[in-house]
């Protein structure tokens, strides 16, 4: 079998959970079936990989459009790679890729499967990113989703809400595979040289190793929540400090409305600490392991692999009671879930956002209280992990998605 895996990001280009998702997978799949990956921009050199630039004349257009135009070269991309027959399967994901996929598809009479890592009406804010270009995002998604022969939720949470946001989608083919984790990659620093290196890394850093310590990790977007945790952070004890590991602002407005939170944060307390470029992982690792706790403040997560990278570390997450966070975060086992109601217009918008603020401090405060069972958490967390989200069982997983499309 031959699958073809379209992609927005693929390493060294990774700035969110697909990307992530993609590598893991990719990984995983060349060892069950042959795999061509077709990317955006120029991946890492591997064989079977291909990587394409925004075409020419698109380079000044609107965001959505240039990504349109780099989909029809990866269309023609899958017929020049025609070494060992020509594709089985597309399988996209996001709906930068999700075009790519729907005209292969079309063109090369083979089926197209969708991963939803987010869903385009759930996102409304990205009217502040592209404007006239959100409603054509939003039109390439649909158009994919329904007529792809099968769609792979990461969460039960968000099947409901494919199915919700899309009706047409037929409910049997809509599939959940959890993403997964790289448990070697992820675990906690062991043995002298490498806690001393993580110490180094984290005081390089401006973080107090010594300190207790409330860790975020995620792109400066809505979703995320960035600005409710720092409203929360009020409630935090003074010793605590808030370590945000946060950039990729998605409007400058967004981007404005952090840094003067954190501003002002930053004049009323000590040990709020900013990290605004993307960290290696090894580096990552290093801040995870000298954190108290995790925070999730988003609420819209399809089901956040950030929370599965702290609790493999061997961090307790206090994450939002929404989209697929539930079925990461066991509340009272691996951490706290902070209940949220929402308003029902796509954005996520807590009904009462103060209240949510206030219940949001609460779970932190309440986390760093105990450290002893704030490490207990943690155990349990990446125990969690490692039963739940290895990166095998989400491929041997997929690849049955397949086999299911394929009729084979």
Partial sequence: ??????????????????????AGLTAVLRDLVDVRVHAFDVPVAEPGTHGYAVPDALRDANPALATMGVDLSIVDGIARDDAGGPTDLVHSHTW?????????????GVPHVVTAHSLEPLR?????????????SSWVERTAYEAAAGVIAVSAG????????????????????HNGIDLDGWRRPEGPEATARARAVVEGLGI?????????????????????????????????????????PDTPEIMAEVSGLVEALQGRRTGVVWIERMLPREDLVAVLAHGTVFVCPSVYEPLGIVNLEAMAVGLPVVGTA?????????????????PIEQVQDGTGTPVDPDRFVADLGAALADAVADRERA???GVASRRRVEEHFSWRAVGERTLEVYRAVLGA
């Fill in 322 to 338: 929404t989209g697929g966070i539930p079925e990461v975060v066991d509340d009272g086992v691996t951490g706290w879930l902070v």
């Fill in 375 to 377: 490490r207990a958490f």
């Fill in 208 to 248: 107090d190793p010594d300190r207790p310590a409330v860790v975020f990790v995620g792109r400066i977007t809505r979703q995320k929540g960035l600005p409710y945790l720092l409203r929360a952070a009020e409630a935090l004890p003074a010793d605590v400090q808030l370590v945000l590991c946060a950039g990729a």
């Fill in 1 to 22: 079998m031959r699958v073809d895996l379209l992609t927005r990001e693929y390493p060294p280009h990774v700035y969110g959970g697909a990307g992530v998702h993609v």
């Fill in 124 to 136: 409304p804010w990205k009217a502040e990113q592209l404007g006239g270009g959100y409603a054509l």
């Fill in 158 to 177: 968000m099947r409901a809400d494919i199915l919700r946001a899309y009706p047409a989608v037929d409910p049997a083919r809509v599939h959940v595979v």
């Fill in 96 to 108: 930068y890729a999700n075009l790519a996929g729907h005209l292969a598809s079309l063109l090369y």
